[in-house]
């Protein structure tokens, strides 16, 4: 084994996509448009426009990515690859 290469969603940190993701992968939405209808539906607000959904994500990201927390068990893993290259 020459290196062991992470993800962060659901590997590292608990983080679960939803639908409007498979939306984005499957061409229907851009990448932007999904994180709008993703804070819509969480709001409960199908009329919120955009650049208000926009500031609104761009909060939840800020506050999301301050209480990230690894799971219990990274560090022991990460001290049993610590000889190898990781990514």
Same mark, same amino acid.
Do not use: C, I, N, P
């Given at each position: ?10 590997? =590292? ?8 993701? @498979?939306?984005? =992968?499957?061409?229907? =939405?851009?990448? *932007?448009? *999904? ?12 009329? #919120? ?8 994500? &761009? ?9 990230? &927390? ?5 560090? $022991? ?5 610590? $000889? @190898?290259? #990781?990514?």
């Amino acid at each position: 084994m020459r290196g062991v290469l992470f993800d962060v969603d659901d590997t =590292l940190v608990d983080h679960a996509e939803d639908r409007h993701l @498979h939306r984005h =992968l499957t061409g229907e =939405l851009t990448f *932007q448009e *999904q994180r709008r209808a993703r804070v819509r539906d969480m709001l409960g607000a199908a009329d #919120l426009d955009d650049a208000t959904a926009d500031a609104w994500f &761009a909060g939840y990201t800020e506050r999301f990515e301050a209480a990230w &927390a690894a799971y219990d068990d990274v560090a $022991s893993v990460l001290d049993l690859l610590a $000889s @190898h290259d #990781l990514a």
